[in-house]
């Protein structure tokens, strides 16, 4: 390290700080690159004493795969040094340094070969320029991390093979910082979508202890989380800790119920993990793993690699670079290059040793003629190809740099080197082919493109597992093309050969909801069986007017339909009962509700409308717009409080056409309300001469993949106008991602369903909305709504397990006894509840008015046919019951005389003018 002191004529002098580092391997040239590699993967423990300046690091255990990298190196630099038509009459010439393994040696390294090594002082400024053009290296992200803070200010130009940690990406912290490999932002998000393809939501996931595993694995969690995926543990692991710490990471993984594990770990680490589950006997997991170590052959050769059989990764695609493979294997121009570290692979690699007076007898001699075609190890292995291909290809960028900035045709018009942020501007921007045809650039992270293979390990004759592709994923490519698999190749772990299953709890049957195991996540639940539903003040209230229904006492049954499939059984139960028909009974009794109220949402309602409506029976929604249900001859018996959307689309179109807004996007839920209503939107916008110029449809419950797709849309999309219509949670998702993404700017224009929603105004990025505009139904009053909520209590419904999970989420307690939750007794007092529960400002949604409809037309029909009796809305006690025929026919009269309307009134077909987000 170089650093500044001041003389007593205040003139500033150069001075080199500490003792001067020297390359392992070097060679002229007119230009330098340099290098940082580890030849050595660790280094002799020492003794310090503090009172002696310490010594270098005495560097042990050589890493073959290290050697490979450099010699990848060499190859490029002599391939290029011979080359007739890049970068003709210049030479490169290198500098490599040995890390050990160590971040400190790592950016001592870096600083000798940004300030060069002579022992020297100066009276000179120490303005001069950077000893090498660029430096190729390191392996790992912490010491690239480490490295590349150091020069980035600086602006000298680093180039890695293999450090993939996203972190790298943050230009701010390391502006002078490219790779030739893929960063984890996509390998994260590529193995989460890999988990969930395959279905498995219940996982357990291990990460190297350091910056490569520690940020993968914390992006995986939070990708696989949107996914609907859950993680049991999460635990960190490194090489180097204590023994008990090891065994307490084991016990875990041991207890644990998942038998997926997902391993963010570097091949180091993944090798002692091995050696402790044979240990303790730990078999039969499903692994998923990252490209540290999928397609390592050490690891599969291990004879405990049986552990990992099964396992499905990402690895970096196979490449081909001729001749690297027979010049990696000649090791001999190592020795022109550096004879002190050539000596000591050449003893390692050949188990012999150089005579020296020193040597025991029964060292073996080393002759120099030794064959490496005679050997297998890991220096012999070519499984790391296209690593080796990365390093290669950061080569090939600094000489298509220089050869563009030194003027090169025939030849260079200069030889000198560049400043370092002239070349890390323009080596930002190249773009080249490999001599095997390989297309070479960087994105505006220096980063390249991100595609991977997936591999799966499987049974072989041979001494380890074959890595088998099985897949590909391409981020490049739109959100559903992205993972492409071939399922039945692969070869699951235990030798399954059908995908298995891995989840918490299984899919809850018909009829049932999820509760939530106490202390679990999510994904761990029980079934609990659907229970009759909850309260109607409108009904209450109905009861006491005596000048609606005299004499004639309402009652109701409410289902709740757990948001699935399951509401047609509710409104057959509905419509038949419960009771179980007499053995030979005819079924032609009536019905055992006059009317049902609901549903919100247009497709559950489309769904049991077309069926009730051939028996008659009248069906109101508060909240289903859609279209499509106007059409009386599938959806005869079908009502509604609130508008159509044949109304609020056109209305859309014609305020998008009022502003003056001609080129507009379109965005949908993928659902009936969504797809019915941007369709007929997009109509009457045509009519109006506005263009879309993009439509597109998702769902809460889409893929991650799909989301980003859309946004990526979006983001090179040149419409700035987006009209939404879709429900507040559609629009949550997207607003995080366009937030995450930083894509602002957009106006918005939005249906009923979210344009007034409070709580979009909590989410992070809800100031992407401000500024929108769109249609709202009329706000309604409720007189005497808000004291009947507060007053409910849960020995109102003591048999309800609806609301008595209503009850201990709202005030966090149990109502169940022995359970260690803080325990309630039901005499908790809501009013100083402040939730959407309690929240009374937004009544649009005028459910009352579906409610009241009823009685109105029983008050006609009792009036007309003097029924005095006492009846409900789900059984007519009477001799002579009012069949809901008989009510829908009054329903119509009612209709048809303008007391009450099919649609509504047209004041509020208006939707009540326009709505603004502030």
């Known amino acids: 390290m170089t650093i500044i002191t001041f003389t007593r004529a205040n003139e500033t002098a150069c001075t080199l700080q500490g003792q001067p580092v020297y390359p392992q391997l070097w060679k002229d040239g007119d230009i330098i690159i340099g290098g940082v590699f580890s030849f050595h993967s660790s280094w002799e423990i020492r003794q310090l004493t503090y009172s002696d300046t310490p010594t270098l690091l005495k560097c042990v255990s050589l890493n073959y795969r290290d050697f490979q990298y450099v010699q990848s190196m060499l190859f490029a630099v002599e391939e290029i040094n011979n080359s007739s038509t890049l970068l003709p009459g210049v030479s490169l010439g290198y ?520 028996f008659h029976i009248p069906v109101i929604s508060h909240f289903a717009t859609c279209a499509c249900l106007s059409n009386r001859k599938e959806y005869p018996s079908f009502f509604r409080t609130i508008p159509s959307d044949y109304y609020q689309s056109r209305a859309l179109a014609q305020l998008v056409k009022h502003f003056g807004w001609m080129w507009v996007g379109a965005l949908s839920n993928k659902n009936d309300y969504g797809i019915n209503g941007i369709t007929t939107f997009i109509k009457a916008a045509n009519e109006e001469g506005v263009c879309i110029e993009y439509s597109e449809a998702f769902e809460s419950t889409s893929p991650y993949h799909e989301i980003v797709r859309i946004v990526n849309i979006i983001r090179t999309s040149t419409s700035r106008v987006i009209m939404a219509f879709m429900s507040h949670r559609e629009i949550k998702i997207l607003v995080d991602e366009l937030y995450r993404q930083n894509i602002t700017g957009l106006q918005w224009i939005g249906s009923d369903a979210w344009i007034t929603d409070d709580s979009l105004a909590d989410i992070q990025g809800h100031t992407l909305l401000i500024g929108s505009i769109g249609f709202a139904v009329r706000n309604a009053q409720i007189p005497g709504l808000g004291p009947f909520l507060q007053k409910v209590k849960p020995s109102q419904w003591p048999n309800s397990i609806f609301f008595k999970d209503f009850w201990e989420h709202v005030f966090d307690c149990s109502l169940t006894p022995g359970d260690t939750r803080k325990r309630c007794n039901g005499s908790e007092n809501l009013k100083n509840v402040q939730n959407s529960f309690t929240d009374l400002t937004d009544l649009r949604c005028l459910c009352p008015h579906a409610v009241i409809a009823v009685p109105q037309a029983l008050g006609k029909l009792c009036r007309k046919e003097n029924l005095s009796a006492v009846m409900t809305v789900y059984y007519a006690h009477q001799e002579r019951s009012v069949t809901p025929q008989i009510l829908l026919i009054a329903s119509n009269a009612l209709l048809h005389s303008g007391q009450i309307q099919e649609e509504m009134p047209a004041s509020q077909k208006k939707l009540n003018s326009c709505h603004m987000m502030k």
């Open 95 to 614: 500098k490599i340094y040995d890390t050990c393994g160590s971040m400190a040696m790592a950016v001592r390294v870096t600083m000798a070969l940004a300030n060069g090594h002579e022992n020297t002082a100066s009276n000179g400024p120490c303005t001069k320029q950077a000893y090498v053009q660029t430096i190729l290296g390191d392996t790992t992200s912490s010491a690239c991390m480490a490295m590349a803070k150091t020069i980035g200010p600086f602006k000298l130009p680093m180039i890695s093979h293999y450090a993939t940690c996203e972190c790298l990406s943050d230009k701010t912290k390391y502006p002078s910082f490219l790779r030739t490999i893929t960063s984890d932002y996509y390998q994260s998000r590529a193995l989460a979508e890999l988990v969930r393809h395959f279905g498995w939501t219940w996982v357990g996931a291990i990460r190297t202890d350091d910056d490569y595993g520690n940020n993968g694995m914390a992006t995986f969690t939070k990708v696989a989380e949107q996914m609907g995926i859950c993680l049991e543990y999460s635990l960190p692991f490194f090489r180097t800790y204590p023994e008990d710490k090891i065994i307490r990471i084991i016990e875990h993984i041991k207890s644990s119920t998942s038998r997926v594990i997902v391993g963010f770990l570097v091949h180091w680490d993944l090798e002692v993990l091995l050696h402790k589950f044979v240990e303790y006997n730990i078999t039969g997991y499903q692994w998923v793993g990252t490209e540290g170590w999928i397609s390592d052959s050490v690891i599969a050769s291990m004879d405990k690699h049986h552990i990992l059989r099964g396992a499905v990764g990402l690895a970096i695609p196979k490449t081909q670079v001729t001749g690297l493979k027979e010049f990696i294997l000649d090791i001999k121009p190592l020795k022109s290059s550096g004879s002190a570290i050539f000596t000591e692979l050449w003893e390692a690699l050949f188990q012999c040793k150089y005579s020296t007076k020193n040597d025991s007898v029964f060292t073996t001699p080393c002759t120099g003629k030794e064959e490496l075609s005679q050997m297998q190890n890991t220096f012999t292995d070519m499984s790391l190809m296209p690593i080796f291909s990365n390093v290669y290809k950061g080569v090939y960028a600094v000489a298509h740099t220089l050869h563009d900035l030194l003027g090169c045709k025939e030849k260079c018009a200069s030889k000198r080197q560049l400043d370092p942020l002239t070349f890390l501007t323009h080596l930002r921007k190249v773009h080249f082919k490999t001599k095997d045809g390989e297309e070479v650039y960087f994105d505006e992270n220096g980063e390249v493109v991100a595609k991977y293979e997936v591999i799966n390990w499987q049974p072989s004759k041979k001494k380890h597992d074959d890595f088998v592709t099985v897949g590909l994923y391409d981020a490049s490519l739109p959100a559903k093309e992205r993972l492409a698999l071939n399922m039945d190749a692969i070869v699951w772990a235990n030798n399954v050969t059908k995908v298995p299953v891995f989840v918490c709890s299984e899919s809850c049957p018909p009829g049932n909801r999820k509760a939530v195991k106490k202390g679990k996540p999510v994904c761990c639940y029980d079934c609990i069986p659907c229970t009759d539903g909850e309260i109607s003040n409108a009904t209450d209230e109905i009861n006491r007017n005596t000048d609606i229904l005299s004499g004639i006492k309402l009652g109701y049954k409410i289902y709740n339909d757990c948001g699935s499939t399951d509401i047609l059984r509710a409104v057959m139960t509905l419509v038949n009962g419960l009771d179980q028909p007499e053995t030979g009974a005819n079924c032609t009794k009536p019905p055992t509700v006059q009317a049902i109220i609901g549903h919100s949402g247009s497709t559950p309602t489309m769904s049991f409308a077309k069926i009730v409506g051939r």
